[in-house]
Nanobody, 121 residues
Framework: QLQASGGGLVQAGGSLRLSCAAS??????YGWFRQVPGKEREFAVA????????YYADSVKGRFTISRDNAKNTVYLQMNSLKPEDTGVYYC??????????????????WGQGTQVTVSS
């Protein structure tokens, strides 16, 4: 199971750190997606657990950083310079790293419950 936490309300330009803790099962790739009402879930970032390779959507590149803690089986998403358009429910996901399509929701087979991030202008 994946447990996401760390969301909240922050002003534009501020920072938040999200956590995604894995229990019972680990995955070779973890991703963060975000969703706003009426829109599809969109890819933000991903990390391959063993290699540490990371992938970023253009919209978050340079502002978001994904990292992992092996001992805690936890993935973190550090979000800096937040913008109102970053607002949404953030979901962490786990799946296999052999897929080249790290940006597709279908490439992940386990999802956390989501955590709300609201960025005010």
């Amino acid at each position: 199971q994946l447990q996401a936490s760390g969301g909240g309300l922050v002003q534009a330009g501020g920072s938040l750190r999200l956590s995604c803790a894995a229990s019972g099962r680990t995955f070779s790739r973890y991703g963060w997606f975000r969703q706003v009402p009426g829109k599809e879930r969109e890819f933000a970032v991903a990390i391959n657990w063993s290699s540490g390779s990371t992938y970023y959507a253009d919209s978050v590149k340079g502002r978001f950083t994904i990292s992992r803690d092996n001992a805690k089986n936890t993935v973190y998403l550090q979000m800096n310079s937040l913008k109102p358009e970053d607002t949404g429910v953030y979901y962490c996901a786990g799946g296999p790293s052999y897929s080249a399509y790290y940006y597709y929701t279908r490439s992940y087979d386990s999802w956390g419950q989501g955590t709300q991030v609201t960025v005010s202008s």
